[in-house]
Every structure is written in structure tokens, then in C-alpha cells.
């Protein structure tokens, strides 16, 4: 048993100064960073799972409408994203340095921005197409643990948003955290966010949660909800935002909402199945 405690400790100790160069690929002055893969990563994978889901939806929506919707959940995601970030976490820096809010390259975006800005994008859509609304949220809301997922895995590449000192063994220094090890909050939070909460989604849809308008929109919010509410004891809070009440992050106070109106919606989606 010590023997494998040594090794196991020997493996996280070769992540303890990870070594991850941010850019992917680079091509003289052209550099495609990690980041920017996770994000166009994630959105095909949303889309090709999307299609899958649309061919199992009673509701008449056509995997056109999924190619379609996919540029209008771009700007969705990027614009909504990029603004959330800007709002809830840096608005102070930003005023003052308004030119920087276009540097998306430099990173920064806000999961809770970019989940309204998806929201508005599909509002408008639903109503462009004659879609009923909370049939193409259940459809996109089941794929979006796929970006999280990948969305995680970049901010550990990154070195980013890592997590509170601990010495638990799974613990790690990271590059920019100081000389304390800490939790790799990030990747908690791929796990959760991620895989997690695709497969309890995938499950639902292969039982049949479809033919409830609403009802897997209900159940993304409360899962994801409840995983960014445990990822966030493991994550050290942004240091410019620290604690907001108590021991209670930003990230928990925008997630407790997604909580309440999911299990709303959940309780709504009951009453309205599909007709038959």
C-alpha cells in the first residue's frame, strides 16, 4: 500500500509545475491558444449532440433548425459571455480600461453570461422559427455539458481559476498560486459540470424527458446549479471579488437561482407533456 501512496504521490508531484503552453498551434504571428479550442470544441460537440437530440424531440424540430441555431448560439455564448464577465466580476477594471473588454484572447469569460446570452439567442430563435421555446432549451441545455467540460479542462491547462490551499493528496502547485498546493478545482468542477451532468441528462432523455417541455431545462439548472454550488468550496475566490457573504463566492450566489427556477421549471414541465 505504501508503495502505491508513493506512487500516486510521485504522479501528482509531476503536475505539480505543469509545464502546459497555452497556445495549441502557432503559426508565425498566428497563435490558436487552448482556450479558443475548448470554446470551438464545445460548441461543435453541443451541435452534433443537438441533432442527435432533435431526431428524438415530439415537437417537430428539424436538425436544420440545429444548424442554424449553432451561429446564433456563437454570438450567444461569446458576446453574453464575454459582458457577464465583464459585469459581475471585473466592472470596475473595465471602465476604466474599456478598449480591453474586446481582448477575449487574453480570457475571461463568465459561465452565468454566456448561459443568458444562450438563453436570448434561443428566445429569439424559437420565435424566428415557430420552435416552442422550452423544446429547444431542452435540446441545448442537454448538450451543454459538453462545453463545460472542455471549458474546465482549458482553465487547468491555463492554470486558471485553480483552487483553495489544501493538503489533501490530490493537491497540486500551481504556477501562478503561490508556493502552497492546492485542489485542482478545475478539474472537480469538468467532472461534475461535465460528465456528471451529461450522462444524468443523457439518461433522462433516453427514458423519455422529451415529451416534457421544460423538464430537461429544469434538470440542467439544478444540476448544474447544485455541482458549480460544491465545485466553489474546493475554488479560491476570485481575489479581486473575495467572499461575498460569508463564505458564500459569486459563482454561488448567480448559481442558487438556477436551483430555485429549475426546480420551478421541473414542477411546470409535470403538468405539460406532450400531446400524444
Not at 14 to 40: K, M, N, S
Not at 133 to 154: E, H, K, Q, S
Not at 168 to 197: C, K, N, T, W
Request: aromatic share 16%.
Amino acid at each position: 500500500m505504501s508503495d502505491l501512496f508513493a506512487a500516486a504521490s510521485a504522479f501528482w508531484a509531476a503536475l505539480t509545475y505543469p509545464e502546459f503552453d497555452p497556445i495549441a498551434i502557432e503559426f508565425g504571428p498566428l497563435a490558436i491558444r487552448w482556450y479558443a479550442l475548448a470554446y470551438i470544441g464545445g460548441l461543435l460537440g453541443a451541435w452534433w449532440y443537438c441533432r442527435w437530440a432533435a431526431a428524438r424531440s415530439p415537437y417537430g424540430i428539424k436538425r436544420d433548425d440545429i444548424d442554424d441555431f449553432l451561429v446564433w448560439a456563437t454570438l450567444g455564448v461569446v458576446l453574453g459571455g464575454r459582458l457577464g464577465y465583464v459585469l459581475f466580476y471585473k466592472p470596475g477594471y473595465y471602465l476604466e480600461h474599456p478598449l480591453e473588454i474586446l481582448a477575449i484572447w487574453q480570457g475571461g469569460m463568465a459561465f452565468h453570461g454566456g448561459f443568458l446570452g444562450v438563453i436570448g439567442a434561443m428566445f429569439l430563435f424559437a420565435r424566428v422559427r415557430g420552435i416552442p421555446y422550452f423544446a429547444l432549451t431542452d435540446i441545448v441545455g442537454a448538450a451543454t455539458p459538453i462545453g463545460l467540460f472542455l471549458g474546465r479542462i482549458a482553465n487547468f491547462i491555463n492554470g486558471e481559476l485553480y483552487g483553495r490551499v489544501s493538503d489533501s493528496p490530490l493537491a497540486m502547485i500551481f504556477p501562478h498560486g503561490g508556493p502552497d498546493p492546492r485542489h485542482p478545482s478545475q478539474l472537480y468542477q469538468a467532472v461534475l459540470e461535465g460528465l456528471v451532468l451529461f450522462l444524468v441528462l443523457f439518461v433522462m432523455i433516453r427514458l423519455g424527458a422529451l415529451r416534457w417541455r421544460g423538464m430537461l431545462s429544469g434538470a440542467f439548472l439544478i444540476g448544474y446549479g447544485l455541482a458549480r454550488l460544491v465545485g466553489e468550496i474546493f475554488r479560491q475566490p476570485d481575489a479581486h471579488l473575495g467572499f461575498i457573504v460569508g463564505p458564500v463566492t459569486m459563482g454561488q450566489l448567480l448559481s442558487l437561482p438556477m436551483v430555485l427556477g429549475g426546480i420551478y421549471l421541473v414542477l411546470w414541465a409535470r403538468r405539460h407533456p406532450a400531446p400524444a
